[in-house]
């Protein structure tokens, strides 16, 4: 079985023009990376990914599946991180991905924050899942 070995931010120049941020998690078969662009196009409070859980207990755990849920908003995480959730400024979106293990399930979200015109891609690459989404 596919065992996690290490689970550590991520960060990458993309291009000249864009740079990215999240997660890499590595395992004995893969190197699953969670991210999102990085890069503020004007006043936006832009996109990161986060993890509630402590990744470090998932260390050693199998990988059963990977996958993308519903896109709930969570305000109470969001006001944490001073990030207006108004009904009159707030656009954007939320990706969560699950990496379902024999563990359990560690999530990671990732957010992003603007005024209708700045949405940030944010992407799963993996053996079993590459997605990518506008928030």
Known sequence: MEQIIEI?????????YSSVAGFKVLTTEQS??????????CCESWGWFW??????????AG????????????????KKNELDTSE??????????NIETDRGVLQ???YN???????????????QLNYESNL
């Not at 993890?51 to 050693?60: A, E, L, M, R, S």
């Not at 990988?63 to 969001?78: F, K, Q, R």
């Not at 924050?113 to 053996?127: D, F, W």
């Open 8 to 16: 550590k931010d991520y960060s990458a120049k993309e291009s000249e």
């Open 32 to 41: 699953i990376r969670l991210f999102i662009d990085n890069d503020s196009s």
């Open 51 to 60: 993890c509630n859980d402590n990744p470090q207990d998932f260390i050693g």
């Open 63 to 78: 990988v059963i599946g990977i996958s993308v849920t519903d896109s709930a908003l969570n305000e109470a995480i969001m």
């Open 88 to 97: 009159k400024y707030f656009e954007g979106g939320v990706m969560f991905v």
């Open 108 to 110: 990671f979200v990732a």
């Open 113 to 127: 924050q603007h005024n209708g015109y700045y949405s940030h891609e944010a992407k799963v690459i993996s053996k």
